[in-house]
């Protein structure tokens, strides 16, 4: 679908409200429940968190309200649900990503969704298909903004998950073209974060609020609340103040569906820009029997803007561990789990054989833009190995997609729920569609005894 720049905003909207009947291919539904999978698989170790914990004592003495959060006893209203579930599902930082968006998707998108679908009674099915529409309508709005948006330390997942938050949660709340467009409107006002805050707790905080700024914006421009109906493309609209970019004289909106197919999950629990420089390294470690006393020097050669993203040097807590390409390398050099969570701790930031790889490792930007990460290592025989990785290639073996997740799932989800009840709430999502209502899925995913509402 194209469309003038002129009216971009009306028309994204006028896409959203397609979703509710239109076609979408079975492929597509696959990888939007393997995205679901995969959150509930993040979110019930996230809910632990601190993070997740703050904003759970703030709230459980003053919310009340119909949405239950993942992993806990616990139900709040419906912006404070898609928040505290918003924030646990990125605590971890090992959450889907999306390279149009130039973020995490889906810890934006699917909160929103659930805490809509919760308050307004919705089914399983309507569900998946909001899930898809916002979780496209942030991809079609980060390619807008692309790239100088993310380069001027606007962090994707809070600014632009914002927008898919809206669409998924106004789609749940059948607005029409008009209060759709304002939902986006309410949007594009709220929406905020800094990759500055990468590495703190902010980082989650900004998937939490674009979730519950999304639901907000829905239910508010349900009951009438204005927004400027052009809040893209507006002079000093969103697009004029967050990016650096011009509209073009028209705007291409890819079929319904399609988008899920670029969709890139994590199978290493830390920022997604180090996974190029792990795998590199894990295969070189595997290929050539390295250990780590028979290295004397690494090269790591990555595009620019990862130094921006995942280059603390020294870090000093589990959380900065995985914002550091030295870390990372050296944590796959020492043949340690980097899919592990417990492998990012604070412990782990400090362990003499981990620094000293950290101090022989040079990062070097000369790479084009994009994920892909190349190591070369230096061995004190004097021997040279190197080896390129590039993960923004998307699995396009759904089978294998869906075992790698399945154990990733019930990796993360067993020690919480136990073995019967995370493969119990695996078989409900894989037929989320087929649900009257998706009150049960949440409830089987309560780790704490009884669900009470607050």
């Known amino acids: 679908m194209s469309t003038a720049a002129t009216g971009a905003t009306r028309a994204l909207a006028r896409h959203i409200a397609g979703y509710a009947a239109g076609e979408l291919d079975s492929d597509a539904q696959t990888i939007a429940r393997q995205c679901i999978l995969d959150w509930f698989a993040v979110t019930l170790p996230g809910a632990d968190e601190p993070a997740t914990r703050i904003l759970i004592d703030e709230f459980r003495d003053t919310s009340r309200?119909?949405?239950?959060?993942?992993g806990e006893a616990l139900s709040l209203a419906p912006v404070e649900a898609a928040l505290v579930n918003g924030t646990a599902s990125h605590a971890l930082d090992y959450d889907d990503v999306n390279a149009r968006m130039s973020g995490h998707p889906t810890v934006a998108v699917l909160p929103a969704a659930l805490a809509v679908a919760q308050a307004e009674k919705r089914s399983g099915a309507e569900v998946l298909r909001a899930f898809i529409a916002g979780y496209e309508t942030a991809a079609n709005v980060g390619a807008l903004l692309a790239p100088s948006h993310y380069l001027l330390g606007f962090h994707a997942t809070g600014t632009i998950g914002t927008f898919g938050a809206a669409a998924a949660a106004g789609l749940l709340m059948r607005l029409d073209e008009e209060r759709m467009c304002a939902a986006l409107g309410l949007a594009a006002t709220q929406a905020a974060g800094l990759k500055s805050m990468f590495g703190t707790m902010a980082k989650p905080f900004h998937a939490g609020k674009a979730a519950a700024n999304g639901v907000l914006a829905a239910r508010l421009a349900a009951r009438g609340f204005s927004a400027h109906p052009d809040a893209l493309e507006t002079a000093q609209g969103f697009i004029a103040t967050q990016s650096r970019e011009k509209l073009p004289e028209t705007i291409q909106l890819p079929p319904r569906g399609s988008e899920m197919h670029n969709n890139l999950f994590k199978y290493h629990a830390a920022c997604y820009l180090t996974h190029s420089t792990i795998e590199a390294v894990s295969m070189l470690r595997?290929?050539?029997?390295?250990?780590?006393?028979?290295?004397?020097?690494?090269?790591?050669?990555?595009?620019?803007?990862?130094?921006?993203?995942?280059?603390?040097?020294?870090?000093?807590?589990?959380?900065?561990?995985?914002?550091?390409?030295?870390?990372?390398?050296?944590?796959?050099?020492?043949?340690?789990?980097?899919?592990?969570?417990?492998?990012?701790?604070?412990?782990?930031?400090?362990?003499p054989n981990l620094a000293a790889l950290r101090r022989i490792t040079d990062v070097i930007p000369d790479l084009e833009p994009g994920m892909v990460s190349r190591a070369v290592i230096r061995l004190k025989s004097g021997r040279t190995v190197e080896r390129q990785h590039d993960t923004a290639m998307p699995d396009h073996n759904l089978h294998r997609q869906q075992a790698r997740l399945t154990a990733k799932f019930h990796s993360l989800a067993d020690p919480i729920l136990g073995e019967e009840r995370a493969a119990a709430l695996a078989g409900q999502i894989g037929n989320i569609q087929d649900m009257p209502a998706i009150d049960g899925l949440m409830q089987s995913c309560a780790a704490r005894g009884e669900s009470q509402h607050v």
């Open 65 to 70: 309200g119909p949405c239950r959060i993942a």
């Open 286 to 351: 595997e290929t050539e029997g390295l250990e780590p006393g028979a290295v004397e020097h690494i090269e790591l050669h990555v595009p620019a803007a990862h130094l921006g993203v995942c280059n603390i040097e020294e870090p000093k807590t589990g959380l900065e561990t995985k914002f550091s390409l030295r870390h990372t390398a050296a944590l796959a050099l020492a043949g340690e789990d980097t899919a592990a969570i417990g492998t990012y701790s604070d412990e782990l930031a400090h362990a």
